[in-house]
């Protein structure tokens, strides 16, 4: 009888030493997500539309007067699919350790992927002069574009202002999200962590992107530009390498 009295608090006090382990749900935002077709249209975005990016804020203002960008003739209609998808971000029960977020990241990035149908790609067939046409336009119509379009910052401080301007389009009718090559109308999985037990993640079937309808605007590609004044004394651009990340959560901040 001892034995076993000995025997059951030695049980109890091992019991009490453990974590006690729980179940922590968290919900997936892939709002404006980069992907191998583009960004996730989760708002309103369509080529065209000209944005100063504040690198060191990380914040994106949306400029006067939307650029008449030229295009290349639509692609023939197809299924598609994006993988690859980056820049996941999530809302939790509880605190998610770094190492668990690390894991659900890299579970979105390597298995889920979205497939959309009647995709047509729109793509830009020039984007620098339709810029400066833009700004001598907005010129001409009595407009301080200086000002209006922060000249002297992007141009001053090149490494921490950038134009962002919205080049690509890719059209679809409908969106379907599947992970591991299995869809469903909402996709769930686990993560198991030794030290907080198990993490219920979920991906909602649909988020603020509504690619849904006829010739529905799902994926966009940008330009990322550094702006200067060139020998004769007019806008110009180049190329700007880029976080695509960061990118993600700029575009997340805009109304």
């Known amino acids: ?26 919900t997936v935002n892939l709002d404006y997500a980069n992907t191998s077709l583009g960004y996730r249209n989760s708002g309103a975005l369509s080529a065209g539309r000209l944005m100063l990016w504040d690198v060191q804020e990380n914040d994106l203002i949306t400029l006067a007067a939307d650029v008449p960008v030229a295009t290349l003739s639509p692609t023939p209609p197809v299924r598609l699919e994006a993988t690859s998808i980056r820049g996941a971000s999530f809302t939790a ?13 890299s579970e979105v990035r390597n298995n889920l992927s979205f497939s959309i149908s009647d995709a047509v790609r729109i793509n830009a067939a020039e984007t620098y002069s339709a810029i400066s046409r833009s700004y001598t336009t907005l010129i001409s119509s009595g407009v301080n574009a200086f000002t209006a379009w922060r ?18 389009e890719i059209r679809a009718s409908d969106e379907t999200v599947s992970l591991d090559s299995t869809f469903a109308s909402g996709v769930e999985f686990a993560i198991e962590d030794t030290a907080s037990g198990t993490v219920q993640v979920s991906i909602p079937s ?20 550094t702006v200067f004044i060139n020998d004769t004394g007019n806008l110009d651009y180049s190329p700007s390498g880029f976080d695509a990340i960061k990118l993600v959560n700029a575009l997340r901040s805009l109304s």
């Open 206 to 225: 649909t988020t603020t992107a509504k690619c849904s309808g006829e010739e529905v605007i799902c994926y966009v590609n940008v330009s990322v530009l």
């Open 151 to 168: 000249i002297a910052d992007v141009t001053g401080m090149p490494d921490r202002y950038k134009f962002v301007l919205v080049t690509d």
């Open 93 to 105: 029960s509880a605190d998610i350790p770094e190492t668990t977020s690390a894991r659900i990241s």
């Open 1 to 26: 009888m001892r034995l076993e009295l000995l025997l059951a608090f030695a049980l109890a006090l091992t019991a009490c030493g453990q974590p006690e382990l729980r179940t922590t749900r968290a």
